[in-house]
């Protein structure tokens, strides 16, 4: 029997400055581990992609420290820093020894209220630009990336979900003013919505003192999430379906996406996508498109599906990378498969196989404190609580084989609009 | 059973148990790691990989690790991938120059998940049974009327496919084919070529499997919460080769460490790409010099890894304007010899000039400012950080012994990791980066961008 209930014992305190803390202690694990999640992401972009520049441009000076003294200053300790933009927050990821704990929280706090002065902007913003937009033309020199970015920018039209790297390139040009980049990552970066998530073997008492002896309110003004931008996203519907192609013709493969749009992370029909998406594709080796497509017909080496629910819509998708002139059949293999799962109720036996797959690669995937502390903190930035996450596994236990055909039909039925994304040489296309 | 000739407790790193080292008289080894947690990893290591392949062969090794999940005489084809997969496991295998390794990640649960993964994976391990049916038909992948059925070798040539699509694959195997004279194994692409896949008798590989997947080449690893005795038992009781045709392959390495190609040094590829990609591979020591191995993994947190990195700093960061997208180093563990690579990638036409800029700083590190004090002191700390952190997993731990035992071929590598880290000193590092990353001594390719 799988357990239905998890107790997660962790530590929930409100801090003086505003932030909700959550700390799961681990007495064998030999580093800390925090995430500082920040409400806001590309959701919040006045212009698209300008969370990614303020988060970019963090750790390239701040009134004290320019760039190579903040690099200095990180390698000289345990602490190792990562910063990173999603669509509805961002995030600092820290790993340290307790040995280091203040000092690296000196740091963090360096960046979140002293980052990008005038004379940073002035030296590094044009720079930035010029960074990002390289990595993103690498990025999209493979044809694989390519349709992926495709395919999201295409479903989430001009919204902020569908910020994807070619629609950051073209953005790039617009980001002109410091003052609008500053005013943003004051916005940003503040403590009253803000998420602590930290684990490992130390007092709580001594992480709670440094904590808020670190991280102050701030007195600029918060920024706030305009709610047209909300309510279109999660209004958002395709009217039509969508084929759209990048040609590559020295491309060994096809590379192809297909698409719908699905519920947010806290819609009811979640839990049920969730297992369809590992029937279907997600699953691993035992996933019925990798035993239809890959193993019985031979059509490609990576098939998979994919389910992305965040804060206010989501998506589901389905991937092949095949030769190039198999590209009609495994889009018929998509359809039959997506049909399947409508017209045939899903075997009782296949249907607790992926309820165990599903559960059991929690505790795989939640193994270290990193993992945990990007979970937890990430679930909560999206508005679940403990609770949510203690309830999931009954919540996926309780999903009955008349749930998936229901959410199949539901999103993937032949009445759903979709987009079908394809990279590959023109002659398919 | 087989006996015991060699029984050691080994301490390995920040863990809190000993692991136990366990060699049998077949030549079959056999390691427990102690780990508490609700996670489990089992997994097996064999030392054969492309090093033993040659130009009608190249790609056996991988194109076998497919087949060997295609089932036995106990289970049918993909009976595996289904109970393992049904228990929340995560299952796969790799295929590397020196080795192929095979494992299963699981959560302990309350019933008997780890015996039936072991049992599943010891069988898949020696007695699989590669069914025609599942390997397919041979035919010409080149072919474009073939109509005919395709199996898991089509799925090996669309792996390929995949390869080819990734431009840094292209640019590696560019400068893996200069660094290393013909006829060495380490010269070819792992995966192999789609004429030899797609056309591969089945009795090769069958004979490949048999000849290779012996107990003296293969390694079996346990991480988790288990009794020593116990579990000793149910893996010998699992692991019997004493029903298998006996073979006495062993490794043999017919090429000499690091041995120099002394002809081509540079190669641009036509690329339809909007930006170059660049990889300079230089021959590095043996991976059994942990002296030298790890001061040239300090000089690679100083080069290229580091936030502070100089390449990082002088081609990404300070320049007013970047010459690079993306700049970085690595240093890989091969059995005939390491080696270090710089790998960057980068907009302008230019590509000499952006080449030779990647070398000046190289040479300033070398000769005009050589690494300080203080970068060396700041590289020691953040590798040992680093150390602590394939510590924390059941899987990280299973791969940082398998890849010692059967690429450097005992467990120093990760035992005296640290202590070696420690006793190194600045002028060691100095004397490592002038013997092995000279001007003279790189080979360099690119993947140029399409300038129209």
């Given at each position: 029997?799988?357990?239905?209930?998890?107790?997660?014992?962790?530590?929930?305190?409100?801090?003086?400055?505003?932030?909700l803390?959550?700390?799961?202690?681990?007495?064998?694990?030999?580093r800390?581990?925090?995430?500082?999640?920040?409400?806001?992401?590309?959701?919040?972009?006045?212009?698209?992609?300008?969370?990614?520049?303020?988060?970019?441009?963090?750790m390239?000076?701040?009134?004290?420290?320019?760039?190579?003294?903040?690099?200095?200053?990180?390698?000289?300790?345990?602490?190792?820093?990562?910063?990173?933009?999603?669509?509805?927050?961002?995030?600092?990821?820290a790993?340290?020894?307790?040995?280091?704990?203040?000092?690296?929280?000196?740091?963090?706090?360096?960046?979140f209220?002293?980052?990008?002065?005038?004379?940073?902007?002035?030296?590094?913003?044009?720079?930035?630009?010029?960074?990002?937009?390289?990595?993103i033309?690498?990025e999209?020199?493979?044809?694989k990336?390519?349709?992926?970015?495709?395919?999201?920018?295409?479903?989430?039209?001009?919204?902020?979900?569908?910020?994807?790297?070619?629609?950051?390139?073209?953005?790039?040009?617009?980001?002109?003013?410091?003052?609008?980049?500053?005013?943003?990552?004051?916005g940003l970066?503040?403590?009253?919505?803000?998420?602590?998530?930290?684990?490992?073997?130390?007092?709580?008492?001594?992480?709670?003192?440094?904590?808020?002896?670190?991280?102050?309110?701030?007195?600029?003004?918060?920024?706030?999430?305009?709610?047209?931008?909300?309510?279109?996203?999660?209004?958002?519907?395709?009217?039509?379906?969508?084929?759209?192609?990048?040609?590559?013709?020295?491309?060994?493969?096809?590379?192809?996406?297909k698409g719908w749009?699905?519920?947010?992370?806290?819609?009811?029909?979640?839990?049920?996508?969730?297992?369809?998406?590992?029937i279907?594709?997600?699953?691993?080796?035992?996933?019925?498109?990798?035993?239809?497509?890959?193993?019985?017909?031979?059509?490609?080496?990576?098939?998979?599906?994919?389910?992305?629910?965040?804060?206010?819509?989501?998506?589901?998708?389905?991937?092949?990378?095949?030769?190039?002139?198999?590209?009609?059949?495994?889009?018929?293999?998509?359809?039959?498969?997506?049909?399947?799962?409508?017209?045939i109720p899903?075997?009782?036996?296949?249907?607790?196989?992926?309820?165990?797959?599903?559960l059991g690669k929690?505790?795989?995937?939640?193994?270290?404190?990193?993992?945990?502390?990007g979970?937890i903190?990430?679930?909560?930035?999206?508005?679940?609580?403990?609770?949510?996450?203690?309830?999931?596994?009954?919540?996926?236990?309780?999903?009955?084989?008349?749930?998936?055909?229901?959410?199949?039909?539901?999103?993937l039925?032949?009445?759903q609009?979709?987009?079908?994304?394809?990279?590959?040489?023109?002659?398919?296309? | 059973?087989?006996?015991?000739?060699q029984?050691?407790?080994?301490?390995?790193?920040?863990?809190?148990?000993?692991?136990?080292?366990?060699?049998?008289?077949n030549?079959?080894?056999?390691?427990?790691?102690?780990?508490?947690?609700?996670?489990?990893?089992?997994?097996?290591?064999?030392?054969?990989?492309?090093?033993?392949?040659?130009?009608?062969?190249?790609?056996i090794?991988?194109?076998?690790?497919?087949?060997?999940?295609?089932?036995?005489?106990?289970?049918?084809?993909?009976?595996?991938?289904?109970?393992?997969?049904?228990?929340?496991?995560?299952?796969?295998a790799?295929?590397?120059?020196?080795?192929?390794?095979?494992?299963?990640?699981?959560p302990?649960?309350?019933?008997?998940?780890?015996?039936?993964?072991?049992?599943?994976?010891?069988?898949?391990?020696l007695?699989?049974?590669?069914?025609?049916?599942?390997?397919?038909?041979?035919?010409?992948?080149?072919?474009?009327d073939?109509?005919?059925?395709?199996?898991?070798?089509?799925?090996?040539?669309?792996e390929?496919?995949?390869?080819?699509?990734?431009?840094?694959?292209?640019?590696?195997n560019?400068?893996?084919?200069?660094?290393?004279?013909?006829?060495?194994?380490?010269?070819?692409d792992v995966?192999?070529?789609?004429?030899?896949?797609?056309?591969?008798?089945?009795?090769?590989i069958?004979?490949?499997?048999?000849?290779?997947?012996?107990?003296?080449?293969?390694?079996?690893?346990?991480v988790?919460?288990?009794?020593?005795?116990?579990?000793?038992?149910?893996?010998?009781?699992?692991?019997?080769?004493?029903?298998?045709?006996?073979?006495?392959?062993k490794?043999?390495?017919?090429?000499?460490?690091?041995?120099?190609?002394?002809?081509?040094?540079?190669?641009?590829i036509?690329?339809?790409?909007?930006?170059?990609?660049?990889?300079?591979?230089?021959?590095?020591?043996?991976?059994?010099?942990?002296?030298?191995?790890?001061?040239?993994?300090?000089?690679?947190?100083?080069?290229?890894?580091?936030?502070?990195?100089?390449?990082?700093?002088?081609?990404?960061?300070?320049?007013?304007k970047?010459?690079?997208?993306?700049?970085?180093?690595?240093?890989?563990?091969?059995?005939?010899?390491?080696?270090?690579y710089?790998?960057?990638?980068?907009?302008?036409?230019?590509?000499?000039?952006?080449?030779?800029?990647?070398?000046?700083?190289v040479d300033?590190?070398?000769v005009?400012?050589?690494?300080?004090?203080?970068?060396?002191?700041?590289?020691?700390?953040?590798?040992?950080?680093?150390?602590?952190?394939?510590?924390?997993?059941?899987?990280?731990?299973?791969?940082?012994?398998?890849?010692?035992?059967?690429?450097?071929?005992?467990?120093?590598?990760?035992?005296d990791?640290?202590?070696?880290?420690?006793?190194?000193?600045?002028?060691?590092?100095?004397?490592?980066?002038?013997?092995?990353?000279?001007?003279?001594?790189?080979?360099?390719?690119?993947?140029?961008?399409?300038?129209?």
């Amino acid at each position: 029997m799988l357990p239905t209930q998890e107790k997660l014992t962790i530590l929930q305190q409100t801090l003086n400055n505003g932030s909700l803390l959550l700390f799961k202690h681990l007495p064998t694990a030999p580093r800390l581990s925090m995430v500082f999640c920040l409400p806001g992401g590309n959701v919040s972009d006045s212009i698209p992609g300008i969370t990614d520049i303020v988060d970019r441009l963090l750790m390239k000076g701040t009134t004290t420290k320019n760039q190579e003294q903040i690099a200095i200053a990180i390698d000289s300790l345990t602490l190792d820093i990562d910063i990173d933009t999603k669509r509805d927050f961002s995030v600092i990821s820290a790993t340290l020894l307790e040995e280091d704990l203040e000092e690296s929280l000196a740091i963090i706090a360096d960046l979140f209220y002293n980052a990008l002065p005038e004379k940073t902007l002035e030296q590094e913003l044009e720079r930035e630009k010029e960074k990002f937009g390289g990595e993103i033309l690498m990025e999209l020199d493979s044809p694989k990336n390519r349709a992926s970015d495709l395919l999201s920018r295409t479903m989430f039209h001009q919204l902020p979900y569908g910020v994807v790297s070619s629609v950051v390139f073209e953005s790039l040009p617009d980001i002109v003013s410091p003052e609008q980049v500053r005013q943003h990552y004051q916005g940003l970066y503040q403590t009253g919505k803000m998420v602590i998530a930290v684990t490992g073997n130390m007092q709580e008492s001594r992480l709670v003192k440094a904590l808020e002896s670190y991280f102050p309110k701030r007195k600029e003004p918060a920024l706030t999430i305009n709610p047209a931008v909300v309510k279109r996203l999660e209004d958002l519907r395709l009217t039509e379906s969508e084929y759209v192609t990048y040609a590559k013709d020295d491309s060994s493969q096809a590379h192809i996406f297909k698409g719908w749009l699905g519920p947010d992370v806290h819609d009811e029909d979640y839990y049920a996508l969730t297992l369809m998406n590992t029937i279907l594709g997600s699953g691993g080796l035992s996933s019925r498109l990798f035993i239809e497509l890959r193993d019985k017909q031979g059509l490609a080496y990576n098939v998979r599906s994919s389910l992305d629910c965040v804060k206010h819509k989501g998506a589901f998708s389905i991937y092949i990378g095949t030769e190039p002139s198999n590209k009609d059949k495994c889009l018929k293999g998509f359809i039959d498969e997506c049909d399947k799962l409508i017209n045939i109720p899903v075997a009782d036996k296949e249907l607790s196989d992926a309820k165990r797959n599903l559960l059991g690669k929690r505790s795989i995937f939640l193994e270290t404190g990193p993992q945990i502390c990007g979970y937890i903190a990430t679930n909560y930035v999206m508005g679940k609580t403990i609770k949510d996450i203690e309830e999931l596994p009954a919540r996926i236990e309780a999903v009955t084989s008349a749930d998936i055909q229901r959410v199949a039909e539901k999103y993937l039925g032949a009445k759903q609009n979709h987009v079908i994304s394809i990279a590959g040489p023109s002659a398919i296309l | 059973m087989p006996a015991l000739t060699q029984d050691s407790q080994v301490a390995l790193p920040y863990l809190t148990e000993k692991a136990h080292v366990k060699t049998y008289d077949n030549g079959y080894t056999f390691v427990f790691v102690p780990k508490a947690g609700d996670v489990f990893n089992v997994s097996t290591w064999v030392r054969t990989g492309s090093i033993h392949e040659d130009e009608v062969i190249n790609g056996i090794s991988h194109f076998l690790e497919h087949l060997l999940f295609k089932g036995t005489e106990r289970f049918k084809p993909g009976e595996f991938d289904k109970k393992m997969e049904s228990m929340g496991a995560i299952i796969n295998a790799a295929t590397w120059k020196d080795f192929t390794f095979y494992y299963v990640t699981g959560p302990k649960g309350t019933g008997d998940n780890f015996d039936t993964a072991l049992d599943m994976h010891a069988d898949m391990m020696l007695c699989s049974t590669i069914p025609d049916a599942e390997v397919g038909p041979q035919y010409d992948p080149f072919d474009p009327d073939y109509s005919g059925e395709k199996r898991e070798r089509s799925v090996v040539i669309e792996e390929i496919g995949m390869r080819e699509d990734q431009p840094w694959t292209k640019v590696y195997n560019s400068v893996n084919n200069m660094m290393y004279p013909d006829g060495h194994p380490y010269q070819r692409d792992v995966i192999g070529t789609r004429k030899i896949i797609g056309e591969v008798p089945r009795k090769s590989i069958v004979d490949y499997y048999r000849k290779w997947y012996s107990p003296q080449n293969m390694t079996t690893i346990v991480v988790g919460d288990f009794d020593v005795a116990e579990l000793e038992a149910k893996v010998l009781k699992h692991f019997d080769f004493s029903k298998l045709p006996k073979t006495d392959a062993k490794p043999m390495y017919k090429f000499a460490l690091g041995q120099d190609a002394d002809t081509l040094r540079y190669e641009e590829i036509p690329g339809d790409y909007q930006t170059s990609f660049l990889i300079i591979g230089y021959h590095g020591p043996s991976p059994s010099h942990l002296k030298d191995t790890i001061a040239l993994d300090i000089v690679n947190n100083i080069l290229g890894e580091s936030r502070n990195a100089r390449l990082i700093q002088a081609l990404i960061e300070k320049p007013e304007k970047p010459v690079y997208n993306y700049i970085g180093s690595g240093q890989s563990t091969y059995k005939l010899g390491n080696a270090f690579y710089i790998q960057g990638n980068f907009n302008t036409p230019d590509i000499k000039d952006a080449i030779e800029k990647v070398f000046a700083e190289v040479d300033k590190l070398l000769v005009t400012q050589p690494i300080t004090e203080d970068e060396f002191q700041r590289a020691v700390k953040k590798m040992k950080v680093n150390f602590a952190e394939t510590s924390e997993t059941a899987s990280g731990i299973a791969e940082t012994i398998g890849e010692c035992l059967t690429v450097v071929g005992d467990l120093g590598q990760y035992v005296d990791y640290l202590p070696t880290l420690e006793a190194l000193t600045l002028a060691d590092v100095l004397d490592v980066a002038n013997r092995y990353l000279s001007r003279d001594k790189a080979y360099t390719s690119v993947l140029v961008a399409n300038q129209k």
